[in-house]
Nanobody, 126 residues
């Protein structure tokens, strides 16, 4: 599975950006598309996903809930992340993530296997 992201950039606090990720290859092997991010000096963290494992359910990290919206276009194998009310602490490299999701864990998600995009920079600054 290959993942190609687009849509990152520089935005002022309170602004919006929309990230896109196009998946290709053995799409039938995955049931979840989503996003992680990694800020400078911090570990990579999960942001959101949409999964057919639980009938198109979407999940969000508490830090982005109510501000970010994830959606997908099954026909085009594209997943979007609409980011509104952006804050400086949202500054990070955002990675598209594809996986075969098995179950939630206390500290995250259990994947049978997963794939990563190359990342796109999002900078929130005045």
């Amino acid at each position: 599975v290959q993942l190609v992201e687009s849509g990152g950039g520089l935005v002022q606090p309170g602004g919006s950006l929309r990230l896109s990720c196009t998946a290709s290859g053995l799409i039938s092997s995955i049931n979840t598309l989503g996003w992680y991010r990694q800020a400078p000096g911090k570990e990579r963290e999960w942001v959101a996903h949409i999964t057919s494992a639980w009938h198109g359910r979407t999940d969000y990290a508490d830090s982005v809930k109510g501000r970010f919206t994830i959606s997908g276009d099954n026909a085009e194998n594209v997943v979007y992340l609409q980011m509104n009310s952006l804050k400086p602490e949202d500054t990070a490299v955002y990675y598209c993530h594809a996986a075969r999701l098995l179950a939630p864990r206390a500290d995250g998600w259990d994947y049978e296997y997963d794939y990563w995009g190359q990342g796109t920079q999002v900078t929130v600054s005045s």
